[in-house]
């Protein structure tokens, strides 16, 4: 059973009993609807309690069971709703912690509703792509209003309960024991009839059209691909405009209708997968972990800064160390900086602001960090420069500080052998801007240490990171896959696209910004380094030649004023660039090559099959552990669309099947090699499977 039943008094009280938040699932509503008919059926009984065991009165449906028969099988919510607001006894809601989604629902099918100060009231549903589907839409407008039930429908953002005490949506806002003030209420109304149920409540808002259409216009405009924010405003507005049975109806077919939809597929295995990421099986959540008081940097460049904005933001004091005075005094400044811009958009106040400032520190000596529990280093990307921070770090730094590295390409195992306690050593791979992106790659060398991943895992949470663990190899998960992505771009300019036209459908697919227009961000410079590296050790592997062409002409991008496109001193609009364009028909005439019409469909396809055929060879030498764990970094690292996903959901989505052939017909193009399927892709596929 995963709900209790106990009889105090007359009182009847079924406590939800299902870790961690008392998702509703089958077993939890038949248990609800077996308690309800005791109650009903013993006469001594004259109300009943409805709680939660546990840190949740109930986070709602669970999403687990979303695909599974069990998700319509009697009793379904709505059943178990009606049973509880069709009682001939009074029910009463007892409210702390969470209250979510279906559980919210479930408390406005009780007659009365008790809550505790500081409870978090949601119907998040949105965020999953679905709207509330067990009367949510209809029963909230009717205690809420018109206006504050669809701000809440909308958004899904949760609301602390003392601000909505005094709706009618609660009936008392108990400060003390929450049981012993429902219990007492429970008592008090158990004569109270006839017992008032929220569906008879009249929703009163004149000229509710004018207001549904200005919120369709605001809603539709920032929903972009997303299809529920708008269906939740057509939901809300049944319960205006239709019976309440109607309203109910309407809502159950758009819910069914949205929860089938690919984007709400892909907003749910983006939940399940940014918590997946924090699991790594041969590290279970009892794992020790050391304590991070305080924190070191090394390098204050592009990446030195925003990681130690993190700590500072966590309220981790961190000091950096530089090599010269000048290159930390610059850091410095671009830190504060930073902070002054927050500052004065309004997004942080002054206390904070001086908090912040005041957590971080400089300094040129070793000596000032040695007692730091973490320290990340950040210097540039040669291995000479590492061993010799290594060597140094392992010399001043406190037994069981982390030794973490920002590297984005080394071998992290290398690294960990300048040390004499590889244990204590880590991949920390943070994304730039290091403040904002919310990836962190968290690369376990091979003698890193449990606890030393715990720990690692458990300060991602604590600075607000998405941490996805990954093995040690070239590029790890994310630079690895986007390697394959940069190659096909390239080959694409070769065959007959331009960048524009390359940057254009992909954006169009839905990322953030096209490989060109990044490359141009990122600077080309530092791709071209790669691959000179590559060219001497791997020299296999083929590249198109235009980006080197391009950095020859001295284009490494917006810091040049020049790189696939023109830019404007100061403006980071980018304009097609004739000459680039030139070099690249050129190009493609001195290899021999007939430029040819190379549809949008084609450009999609190469670059995220590339991604995908790469993700899944990671994914089966183990460097990643799940194929949402490759999801994770791409949603979150490298701009993919959320409403498609990740390239491994995507694959799945389109069928693996389908996939393969579309590889095999570009297998008989240029650079067909690229395009044989990774073994664990095509077998998947020959089974009928999914990555996910
Ligand atoms: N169903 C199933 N599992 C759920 C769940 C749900 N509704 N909500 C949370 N969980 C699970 C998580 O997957 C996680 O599991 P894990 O430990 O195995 O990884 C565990 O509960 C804890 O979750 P968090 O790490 O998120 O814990 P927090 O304490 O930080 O947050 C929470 C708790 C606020 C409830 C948060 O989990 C949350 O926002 N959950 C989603 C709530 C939601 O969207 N509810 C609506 C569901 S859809 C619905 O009700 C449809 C109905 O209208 C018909
Ligand atoms: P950067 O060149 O902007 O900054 C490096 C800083 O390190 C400079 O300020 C330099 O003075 C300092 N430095 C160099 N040697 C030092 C030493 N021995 N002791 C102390 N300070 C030293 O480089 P950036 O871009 O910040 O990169 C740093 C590291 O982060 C590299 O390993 C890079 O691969 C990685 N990285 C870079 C990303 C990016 O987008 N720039 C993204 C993710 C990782």
Redesign the pocket.
Known sequence: MTAEYKVNGSVAVITLNNPPVNGLGHATRSAIVDGMRKALNDDAVKAVVITGAGKAFSGGADIKEFNSPKASAEPTLHTVINVVENSEKPVVAAIHTVCMGGGLELALGCHYRVVSPGAQIALPEVKLGILPGAGGTQRLPRVLGLEMALNMIVSGNPVPSEKLAKTKLFDQLADGDLMEAAIAFANKVADARPLPKVRDIKIDYPNHEGFLQFSRNTVRAMAGPFPAPVKCIDAVEAAVTKRFDDGLRYERELFTELVQTPESKALRHAFFGERAASKVPDVPEDTPTREIKSAAV???????GGIAMNFANAGIPVTI???KQE?LDK?LATIRKNYENTLKKGKLTQEKFDQRVGLIKGTLSYEEIGQADIVVE????EMG?KE??FKKLDQVMKQGAILAS????LDVDKIASFTSRPQDVIGL????PANVMKLLEIVRGEKTGKDVLATSLKLAKKIKKTGVVSGVCDGFIGNRMIEQYSRQAGFLLEEGALPEQVDKAIEKFGFAMGPFRMGDL?GNDIGWAIRKRRYIEKPDITYSKTADLLCEMGRYGQKTSAGWYDYKPGDRKPYPSQVVNDMIVKHSADLGIQRRKISDEEIVQRLVFALTNEGAKILEEGIAMRASDIDMVYLTGYGFPLFRGGPMLYADIVGLQNVVMTMERFARGRHGEAWKPAPLLARLAAEGKSFN
């Not at 920002?406 to 390409?409: E, K």
């Not at 791979?429 to 730039?432: I, L, N």
Request: aromatic share 10%.
């Open positions: 090394i390098g204050a460049g592009t990446m030195g160390l530089e090599m290159a850091g950040a210097v540039f990307e420069v010799q921070v920002n590297t984005s390409t791979h943070f994304f730039s990122a």
